[in-house]
């Protein structure tokens, strides 16, 4: 089939979980023979990170009503220009912006991707000014479709994991100073107060004291958590078993030294990282919450927890250290339902087949705005 001309938006300045979705996004979209473009604020991550790899990345201030209206402008001249057949938003502020725009040029297909768990408020960048919508989450999907959008005009395609080349497993054991029979619990995530990151030592805190060879690695950044983390850390006399790693760039590497992950979120759409773990060959822990019961499959890939349940959090932990076989044994299957499932919905070559059926069935369908909202309780 022929190409398609896509351009994506995002008016975030950081780089976190939405911003990855992106960028993976794009490179598997051009990887399968796409032409895309982005527009970004210029003092974005996301725009650094594009350009990099060759992108062509437009860039406009978003904020303030001046820059809206110039805003609009700019965006117009760039669709008519580009001839995009798609214009993909990723958040409320560049879908208004650029759906404004999109409406105007007459693109053919504009789509909005929600990559949040928490409750939408106003659907005006949901309903009446894209054609369609993309989720990360069948959760995200039925919570957009119980405030009324329309089910044939939003569909889920998950976030992929990359598949990475063997690393030494031993580096980060190296770095700590830790030996081969320590066991070491891994945490990867931003440093926000809903990650969950001080709930977790909380309830691993009597562990310490019963497993003399336990540690726990916390990987991620976040100035006011982080300092959080410190003083609890020091109060219960746990420097040397607690690590704080901040923000890296071998993540994969890293997890390739833990014997199971473990993140307590308090709210997430989906949860990537917990394929990013799977896909390192470790046991999952997490919070039954949000989208994360799809990117595990509870007592064969890893386990669900309860929120706050933190004795069901020990029992677990402590099943895992007491059973190498076990680890092993969920690591390998987490590993296979990624990578050997023909069914596989989180590779990148699954992330191509869902957005290209989602994009030209509506694009080949056509698009009807009046038809994206239903009615509250509709069929």
């Known amino acids: 089939m022929k190409p398609l001309r896509i351009i994506h938006s995002e008016a975030a300045t950081d780089f976190g979980g939405q911003e990855h979705r992106i960028f993976k996004e794009m490179m598997a979209m051009r990887d399968a ?39 609009v402008a700019k965006m117009l ?27 105007l040029a007459g693109t053919p297909l504009i789509v909005r991707s929600r990559h949040l768990a928490n409750r939408v408020n106003s659907l005006l960048s949901y309903t009446w000014l894209p054609h369609c919508v993309t989720t990360d989450s069948q ?28 690393l030494d497993q031993y580096s980060l054991r190296q770095e700590l100073g830790l030996t081969p029979q320590s066991i070491v619990v891994g945490c990867v995530g931003a440093l926000r107060p809903n990650k969950g990151h001080l709930e977790l030592i909380r309830a691993m805190e009597p562990l310490f004291s019963t497993h003399s060879k336990l540690h726990l690695v916390i990987v ?51 949860g990537t990282v917990y394929l990013e773990a799977a896909s390192a060959k470790l046991p999952v822990i997490g919070t039954a ?32 250290i007491e059973n190498p076989s076990l680890r092993r044994k969920m690591g390998d299957a987490g590993y296979d339902r990624i990578w050997k499932n023909p069914e ?6 699954a992330l191509v087949r869902r ?25």
Request: proline share 2%.
């Open 344 to 349: 596989s919905e989180f590779t990148p070559q």
């Open 33 to 71: 023979g796409h032409y895309l473009e982005a527009v970004c604020q210029p003092h974005a991550e996301l725009t650094t990170r594009l350009r990099a790899e060759g992108f062509v990345v437009h860039t406009m201030n978003m904020d303030g009503a001046l820059n809206f209206i110039r805003g």
């Open 220 to 270: 991620g950044s976040g100035n006011d958590v982080m300092r959080s983390l410190q003083e609890r850390i020091k109060s219960l006399g746990l420097e040397k078993r607690i690590h704080l790693l901040g923000q890296r760039n071998d993540v994969h590497s890293l997890m390739l030294g833990f014997d199971m992950f473990c993140l307590m979120t308090r709210l997430e759409a989906s």
């Open 289 to 320: 919450v949000g989208g994360v019961p799809e990117m595990l499959i509870d007592g064969v890939t890893g386990f669900l927890v309860k929120l706050d349940d933190d004795q069901g959090l020990r029992d677990i932990i402590t099943t895992l």
């Open 77 to 103: 001249h760039i669709l008519k220009n580009g001839r995009f057949d798609v214009l993909n938003t990723h958040s409320r502020r560049d879908t208004i912006l650029c759906a404004i725009a999109g409406r």
């Open 139 to 166: 959760f995200v999907r039925n919570q957009l479709i119980s405030r009324g959008v329309t089910p044939d005009r939003i569909e889920n395609v998950y976030t992929p994991v990359f598949k990475h080349s063997a």
């Open 355 to 379: 957005t290209e059926q989602c994009y030209r069935r509506w694009l080949d369908r056509g698009v009807d705005q009046r038809k994206l909202f239903r009615k509250k309780g509709a069929a």
